[in-house]
């Protein structure tokens, strides 16, 4: 099916705002892509729900989460970040395996699954997945996670956009 993936992302913040609310966290969205990739909708939607989901349990109270979909090229770029704990880069490579916490994971609730979920479905839809740092500070490094996917129908945005 052809997934209207801006779309999705955006319905899955509405369901995960009030949690964020709840936290006292800022809950940003930029969602600036009209584009379709060809996938299972479930399956992408239960993707952006584990990485909302991470950024809202591993962030404390008062952070902010930013929820951003924008065209890249042939693919499309969805990104995750907060203001959090992070991983530590000897880490980063460990948390897409299934049953994998960081510290067990800090006394926050979890099973480990979301992540291989998101691996496994990124993988099912030809993408690749990026963790970083969102800031350079030990302290506070907080996470981005970016996923790239290939789309289908290229965006009519862009330089060459027609108006009307
Ligand atoms: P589940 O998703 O199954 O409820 P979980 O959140 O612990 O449990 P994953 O989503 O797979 O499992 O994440 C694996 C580990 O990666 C987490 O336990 C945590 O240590 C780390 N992690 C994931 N997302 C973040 C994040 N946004 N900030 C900091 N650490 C994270
Ligand atoms: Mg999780």
Redesign the pocket.
Known sequence: TEVPIGELVADACELYEAVSEDKSQTFEQSIDSDVTIEGDRDLLFQMVS??I???I???PEGGNIRVAVSPAGSEVRLE?S?S????PDG?KE???Q?F???????S???????????SAVTDIHQGRIDLADRYDDEEHP??S?VIHLPVTVPDGRGPDRQEN
Do not use: Q
């Not at 926050?108 to 998101?118: K, M």
């Open positions: 584990n990485l989901d991470n950024a349990k591993y962030t995750v907060d959090g704990i992070g991983i880490e460990n948390v897409f299934r994998y916490r960081v510290g067990k994971s800090r926050l609730p979890g099973n480990g699954l979301g992540l291989s979920l998101v907080g996470l996670v």
